[in-house]
């Protein structure tokens, strides 16, 4: 009789060994947004642009520069990267500038800049690419013609945009 005693006060116990050591959960709910992103950032100012020379008998020599690279990053299909000057550059001059894109897109070539925005790289798909790790240097060409007035420390700005 003892031993039946002992079988259930064992069970009992057990039972109540269960509930003590039950697990219990809890939930929550997170929400979430991607959205989308398209960012350009330029690695700094080109060295100064100077047309200071010619062979004679010929144009104006151009001066150019190749210092400086883009970096982007978008999670968009489609995306296009534009450039424009903030103000028209005087008569007989032009500043065009050639965006590389390795790995990035399809580049334009050399773009002559205006205050409208103009392609410089094509059918961007998601990427983020630093400018010193991929081919995304960016080469400014100043010309002038030999009717261009002359100009001493003239600044533009140019303005670049990924998008649609």
């Known amino acids: 009789m003892q031993m039946k005693h002992f079988f259930i006060a064992l069970a009992l116990t057990m039972g109540s060994v269960s509930r ?15 959205g989308s992103v398209d960012a350009i950032t330029v ?30 990053t978008t999670n968009n299909t489609s995306r296009k990267i534009t450039a424009a000057v903030a103000s028209a550059m005087p008569t007989g001059v032009t500043l065009s500038v050639s965006a590389l894109a390795t ?9 002559t800049l205006t205050t409208t925005a103009a392609s410089l790289v094509t059918g961007i798909s998601p990427v983020a690419a630093a400018g010193s790790l991929v081919t995304t240097g960016l080469t400014y060409t100043l010309a002038a013609t030999v009717s261009a007035t002359q100009v001493a420390g003239a600044t533009n700005t140019v303005t670049y945009t990924i998008g649609p």
């Open 20 to 34: 003590l050591c039950a697990a219990t959960t809890a939930t929550a709910t997170v929400t979430y947004t991607i």
């Open 43 to 72: 690695s700094g100012n080109p060295g100064p642009l100077n047309v200071t020379t010619a062979t004679a008998g010929s144009a104006l020599t151009s001066a150019t520069d190749s210092t400086t690279f883009y970096s982007l």
């Open 103 to 111: 790995g990035v897109g399809t580049s334009a070539g050399a773009v």
